[in-house]
Structures are given as structure tokens and as C-alpha cells.
């Protein structure tokens, strides 16, 4: 089967070689497993052409990588520009060039890049109520997770990363500030980083735009269970409507009804304060 040329052929090692992705087989799937989302889209696109076009020549294969990777980096350059273009922001190709990588990149299944597009509309939007240069803010907005382009080849967080980028690029203080503080690790002494964060959390919480993994799911799950075990007489906890809702059964020796209000109260402060959820 096709699965299995791929699986055992060359096509395995020459894709880790040339491009540092690795094939594994899960359920009925071939996975392409990579940090880089440019490698894992030259990597389906080669694997898709070998299937559709039945070829397994090695030396061809080789020759159509270089050529995916020049036409990628002009694909990612002309996105970035285009972008730029619609939210009306000037930016250098090398930064043109990261942000359009951010198109393959994702965060629980949200494309970075419309993410980035969604975070800056958002934030212009709320400088202009709050009376912030709606400019400095559109800017901040669509920069501020430039740093995910290359976090994975650098140490350090993606705030921090896309604060050193900009740097380099001599970006204005509130707009470096905007991205190396909108989640909230350090200290700002302008408005943007806050304005930044709460558009970012706008644009991640919306109905739809996310995705868990099933692991974290199921932790949501018994942590919420775990955290209603600690009060003293709570029989049963059940987490339902997918974490939505905890309902438990007490010993009514021991929780009486007027004490319900309360260890409700005390089992939602909890969730507040362990427990990271959408919105």
C-alpha cells in the first residue's frame, strides 16, 4: 500500500534529511512530525504529489524539495506583504517574511497568523475607546506573536523572542513593550502590553476559534473533580457538559442545606484560581 512504500521506503529518510520531519504511522494516518509548519507543509505536499502522481524516484523527489522551499519563501514573503497591506502597516520584508511564516503555524488549532490579524483589528478597536494611538496599537497587535515564527530554533518564550526581533528592527518602546508584556511576565510601563493581552484573549476565547487537546481535556476534567473532593463531605463530584458543570452529591450529616451557597462559592474561588479555562 501507499502507506507502506512511504513508511518503508526511502521517501522516510529523505524527508529527515532534507527537511528534519519524521513520519509516524496513528491510526489509519500517516503523521508528519515537525516544530516548523514550513517543513511539515513542503513535507505533505511532497508525500501528496507521490500519491496522486504514483512517483517514488528519489533524485526527483529531492529536486521538487528545493523547489517547494523557494516557492514557500516567495509565498510566505507575498502574505506577509499582503496582510501588512490590508491592515495599512509598513513593515521590512525580514519581518514581512515571519509573519508569513506564522500562516503554518497554529495554537490549539488557531492559524497564528489570523489570530495575529484578529489580535491587532481587536486592539485598534479598543485604543480608539480608550483614547491610545489606534496606530501604535494596530501594529503591536499584528506583531505581537512574531516571536512563534522562531521560537522553535531559539531559547525563551515567544513574547521574549519577538521583543528581541524587533529590537534589532528598532520598533518603537510601546510596541516592543506591547509584545514582550502581553502575557503579562513582565513589567510595562505603557498601557499597550495591557491593551495587547486583553485583545489577545479576545481573539483566543471567542466560540470556536480553539481546539484542547484530548489530554488536556481529560485533566480539565478530574481537576475539577479533584478540587470539589476537597471539601469536607463531598461524596461524589462529577464534571459534565464537557467541564462546563460540576455536580455533587454530599453527606447531609455534614454539608446542610444552608451551607450549600457556601461550598459552592469556595469550590468556584478554587476553579478561579487552579483551573485555566477559555475565556
Not at 504511522?25 to 514550513?38: K, M, R
Not at 476534567?221 to 455533587?248: C, D, F, H, M, Q
Amino acid at each position: 500500500s501507499d502507506k507502506d512504500q512511504i513508511l518503508q521506503s526511502e521517501i522516510r529518510l529523505l524527508l529527515e534529511q532534507e527537511l528534519g520531519v519524521q513520519l509516524e504511522y496513528e491510526q489509519g494516518s500517516i503523521l508528519i512530525v515537525t516544530a516548523d509548519g514550513c517543513r511539515r507543509e513542503i513535507s505533505r505536499q511532497i508525500l501528496m504529489h507521490a500519491i496522486e502522481h504514483r512517483e517514488w524516484d528519489i533524485p526527483a523527489m529531492k529536486a521538487r524539495i528545493a523547489l517547494l522551499k523557494e516557492q514557500l519563501e516567495q509565498e510566505i514573503l507575498e502574505t506577509g506583504k499582503q496582510v501588512c497591506k490590508t491592515l495599512e502597516i509598513e513593515l521590512s520584508d525580514d519581518l514581512c517574511r515571519l509573519l508569513g511564516r506564522l500562516k503554518y503555524r497554529t495554537s490549539f488549532g488557531q492559524n497564528v497568523l489570523w489570530h495575529s490579524v484578529e489580535v491587532a483589528t481587536l486592539a485598534k478597536l479598543l485604543a480608539y475607546e480608550i483614547g491610545l494611538d489606534p496606530k501604535l496599537a494596530v501594529r503591536a497587535g499584528f506583531l505581537h506573536d512574531i516571536g512563534k515564527a522562531i521560537d522553535h530554533e531559539h531559547e525563551g518564550g515567544h513574547p521574549e523572542i519577538g521583543g528581541e526581533i524587533l529590537q534589532q528592527y528598532k520598533e518603537l518602546p510601546e510596541i516592543i513593550e506591547g509584545v514582550t508584556g502581553h502575557h503579562e511576565d513582565v513589567h510595562t510601563g505603557t498601557p499597550y502590553a495591557t491593551l495587547i493581552s486583553a485583545a489577545d484573549a479576545i481573539s483566543a476565547s471567542r466560540p470556536g476559534a480553539r481546539r484542547e487537546t484530548f489530554e488536556k481535556y481529560i485533566h480539565r476534567l478530574e481537576k475539577l473533580e479533584t478540587i470539589a473532593y476537597t471539601i469536607p463531605g463531598v461524596e461524589n463530584a462529577y464534571a459534565i457538559s464537557a467541564g462546563r458543570e460540576i455536580r455533587l452529591i454530599v453527606a447531609p450529616d455534614k454539608v446542610l442545606d444552608q451551607d450549600v451557597p457556601q461550598v459552592a462559592n469556595i469550590i468556584s474561588k478554587a476553579i478561579e484560581d487552579e483551573l485555566h479555562y477559555p475565556g
